[in-house]
């Protein structure tokens, strides 16, 4: 990624995407085969949305007509759509922009970096799990983090693709919206 020969830390190039530090990006493995087990590392949220499920049921009043267990396989298979979707339209991008050589670059380092959507995420679940604080409580917690996890996952399009920020912005809103129109859907299926 740069001349300079920087130390391939996935977990310090992390921390570094989370605190926006342009060095980040480049401390991962390159290649298929580093893309491919990334996905390993993205695989970890899905524990973690199994856990908020309930939480999530109990809240959103247009969800309580359909079981939790519909809930929760409808929620689960649009995570893997909305990543599919969002993967093609990057690579789409890629491809009219002629940066395809960055695109299995971009999937590591996006798949890595679902770790510190874990880490933010993971003491809302805690506080909701021990009745520290309710879901309306925590909402504005809630978004406020969601924000942040759009923005580090700008800054990641925009250092993997070597875009500049107004094109990683227009890909994060497509990519935001792909996802709100996944809610929208999952709710309109549940009513």
Same mark, same amino acid.
């Given at each position: 990624?740069?001349?300079q020969?920087?130390n391939?830390?996935?977990?310090?190039?992390?921390?570094?995407?989370?605190t926006?530090?342009?060095?980040?990006?480049q401390?991962?493995?390159?290649?298929?085969?580093?893309?491919?087990?990334?996905?390993?590392?993205?695989?970890?949220?899905? +524990?973690?949305l199994?856990?908020?499920?309930? #939480?999530? !049921? =109990?809240?959103?009043?247009?969800l309580?007509?359909s @079981? /939790?267990? *519909?809930?929760?396989l409808?929620?689960?298979?649009k995570?893997?759509?909305?990543?599919?979707?969002?993967?093609?339209?990057i690579?789409?991008?890629c491809?009219?922009?002629?940066r395809?050589?960055?695109?299995?670059?971009?999937?590591?380092?996006?798949?890595?970096?679902?770790?510190?959507?874990?880490?933010?995420?993971?003491?809302?679940?805690?506080?909701?799990?021990f009745?520290?604080?309710?879901?309306?409580d925590?909402? +504005?917690?809630?978004?406020?983090?969601?924000? #942040?996890? !759009? =923005?580090?996952?700008?800054?990641?399009l925009?250092? @993997? /693709?070597? *875009?500049?920020?107004?094109?990683a912005?227009?890909?994060?809103?497509?990519?935001?919206?792909?996802?709100?129109?996944?809610?929208?859907?999952?709710?309109?299926?549940?009513?």
């Amino acid at each position: 990624m740069n001349d300079q020969k920087i130390n391939k830390n996935p977990l310090l190039g992390c921390f570094e995407i989370a605190t926006f530090m342009r060095e980040g990006p480049q401390r991962f493995f390159e290649g298929k085969k580093a893309m491919w087990r990334s996905f390993l590392i993205a695989a970890l949220n899905i +524990p973690l949305l199994l856990i908020s499920m309930p #939480y999530v !049921y =109990a809240a959103k009043e247009n969800l309580q007509t359909s @079981t /939790l267990s *519909l809930i929760t396989l409808l929620f689960l298979i649009k995570v893997i759509v909305v990543m599919i979707v969002g993967l093609v339209l990057i690579y789409y991008f890629c491809h009219l922009t002629r940066r395809k050589d960055n695109f299995v670059y971009y999937i590591t380092v996006a798949n890595w970096s679902a770790l510190i959507g874990i880490v933010i995420f993971t003491p809302i679940i805690i506080l909701l799990h021990f009745g520290i604080k309710s879901y309306e409580d925590l909402y +504005p917690a809630i978004i406020l983090l969601g924000i #942040y996890s !759009y =923005a580090y996952s700008t800054f990641v399009l925009k250092h @993997t /693709l070597k *875009l500049p920020w107004e094109l990683a912005v227009f890909l994060m809103v497509c990519l935001m919206a792909i996802n709100e129109t996944a809610f929208d859907f999952i709710y309109a299926l549940a009513s």
